[in-house]
């Protein structure tokens, strides 16, 4: 661990539980802010723990060494809601500051818990059961018919964790408790992503409009398009009130089902800088990274007001093609304006390994852009 | 030294000499665009060693170790021009891509070498003389009378090595060689920066305006005000020919003075990254510190377009107030759309510890909070 009096006097020093590429795109904003960052890692080769000189090597299921970690700096925060809540409480027992708090990351590390808490402060969603055993199961499903899904409570991410359920058989392969959702009809989906710092400033990103393949995230268009003035802000307003009924401390994306009837329903969470405001680090003035390290330090937040009319972000998901840099050649020489944002992970299909950002006035350009340059760097074309 | 095997494949590797801030900006460029970069430090508290994940601490006279580096990485490139020419020369000629090369180098790192060099090409200049003795710096002082500068050949930056020669008896206390140079009347100084790939790609920011406060850089105004297009694009057909004839790879920075009778003098180069285009980071589509990095490994460059109508870079200077980060709390509340960038640098009197920038289209707007966030940090005022 870095010598902490060697630092600029008044330096805060932010710690970071989890290395993904969230933890590595927060570095960014801290290395520009003069913010002192060090994250728990599991392995040095974590996309974080790759570019971070300050680096602890362990495992977020030992508490003595989280703690250890957790001592030496002024605020912890998360990469990912998958840190154990064990570990989480026993930080906030022994005084430690945690920024999102157990309390409110427990809403987004398990969809049953955040179901319940969202039903009592009635914010709409699709019709849901946590259902406890086969024989609930079976009775939500003969309501809905073939329509419903069937998600793990805790541990999903990326459509893993969530399977379509078609038939009833289906319902026997399940293991309980498991959250049993409606399939909603909708016609888009969105995402409205604000962040709110311990003394509870708050700020809100435009409402983006989310892609999604195989469960996916693809693509993410900012501001979406035609929505209205009155329903982007209502979307605005329902997450800062879940920020803040839920009390949570840096960045709050909240994934919303457009039902094309005007109402919009409630599908995640997320407590961590989130993919659906990737575009935030060259579309706005502020990105979610700066703002979530704000946040978490208690500094006043920025602005997070668009640069641009447009931004369009664009996930590279690893296939066959193993070679992400001899990509860039082709992809910079063609498009000077391109943003590409790698994340140091080796290729494997289906992984997500970088993201590409563009912003201007003219969206079908924008799309057309960058759709080009994440299938190049995938490899599923070749021109 | 991070094992380049576990490296994703295709990762090129840069090495940085010296690990100031410059090396530090660069870093954020490389974590995005999912460069490895290492950094060779004179000490582990040098503004990028602090963040840099991947460190060799040495010096830069030992070129065993230096070679050693060197030998890890695909190419080296410079953090200032102070690296001896003997290291820069021996890598060459173990086969290590150096770029800026040590023949381009020269002649940011000795001013002498520039001013016979620019001299041989006809570039317009003040009138100079690099006096080897005490008998021909009088005859230059004779022939200027009150009004010329002697500057150290060698070593000079940020106002240091540089001095007002007002009366003959002065120029005894200088070490020869010197370089003497008239006192140019100019109405104000300007600075055309470009950046320039191994395969002579080459991309041209906006001529820009400096504004020096004895002899340190205080403030740059992007674009630089009434300029006209024809001069602005000399000053930049300049830069850009510079560039060539001295086949400089990476950030070229050619200060100029502007003499308000439509001549551009140049008064200094600097073959990497420069202050006079800090604001690049926000204020254009690919700042000077990701363009370096391309030019360097060869990529194609990207726009060096301007992302609103002004950009104003503040300088943040040391003074008796050592808490940086206790002024954050005031800046970033009164301005949400300032951009602070803190270089990890203890507080002293003079020296450059980090800069802010502000973008928009109302110019006077940006400078006055510009220059109030700047007076806050540094400690000259206090509201």
Redesign the interface.
């Known amino acids: 661990m ?1 010598d902490r009096t ?7 020093v932010v710690g970071v539980l989890g290395a993904g590429q969230l933890a ?2 927060m ?2 904003s801290a ?4 913010i ?2 060090r994250v728990f890692a599991n392995d040095e ?1 974590e996309s974080a ?5 300050d ?1 602890t090597l362990g495992n977020l299921q030992d508490i003595e060494s989280v703690l250890k970690f957790a001592r030496s700096v002024d605020v912890i925060t998360l990469d990912h809601e998958l840190v154990p809540s064990e570990t989480l409480e026993s930080l906030v027992q022994n005084g430690i500051k945690v920024f999102p708090s157990p309390a409110a990351v427990q809403y987004a590390a398990n969809k049953g818990l955040m179901r319940q808490e969202l039903a009592k402060l009635e914010y709409p969603m699709p019709k849901w059961l946590l259902a406890e055993n086969l024989e609930q199961a079976r009775n939500f499903f003969t309501k809905f018919g073939s329509k419903i899904i069937a998600k793990s409570p805790t541990g999903g991410y990326d459509g893993r964790g969530v399977w379509g359920i078609n038939t009833e058989s289906e319902l026997e392969s399940l293991i309980f408790p498991v959250l049993l959702e409606e399939k909603v009809k909708f016609v888009r989906e969105l995402s409205a992503v604000v962040v709110r710092s311990t003394h509870n400033q708050a700020v809100s990103y435009p409402v983006v409009e989310t892609i999604q393949s195989n469960g996916i995230c693809t693509q993410v268009i900012a501001p979406a398009l035609d929505l209205d003035a009155e329903r982007a802000g209502a979307a605005q307003a329902m997450a800062l009130r879940i920020a803040d009924d839920l009390d949570v401390v840096g960045v709050l994306a909240v994934e919303l089902f457009d039902t094309g009837s005007g109402e919009l329903l409630v599908n995640e969470l997320a407590m961590r800088p989130h993919n659906s405001a990737h575009w935030t ?1 060259d579309g706005s ?2 990105s979610q990274f700066e703002n979530h390290l ?1 946040a978490v330090l208690d ?5 997070p ?1 668009m ?2 009319q447009f931004a369009v972000m664009g996930n590279i998901i690893g296939g066959q093609h ?5 990509g ?2 082709h992809c ?2 063609r498009d ?3 943003h ?8 494997r299909e289906g992984r997500k ?2 993201h590409v950002n563009a ?1 201007g006035d003219n969206l079908e350009d924008l799309i057309f852009r960058v759709t080009h340059a994440v299938d190049f760097l995938a490899g599923t074309i070749d021109e």
């Open positions: 870095q060697k630092l600029p006097f008044g330096t805060p590595r795109m570095y960014e290395i520009s802010l003069g002192a960052f080769n723990a790759q570019v971070c000189a680096k680090q003035v502020t704000r500094l006043p937040l920025g602005s007001e640069v641009s193993e070679d992400l840099h001899r860039l050649l910079l020489a000077p304006k391109l590409i944002h790698l994340y140091g992970k080796e290729v390994v970088g912003i």
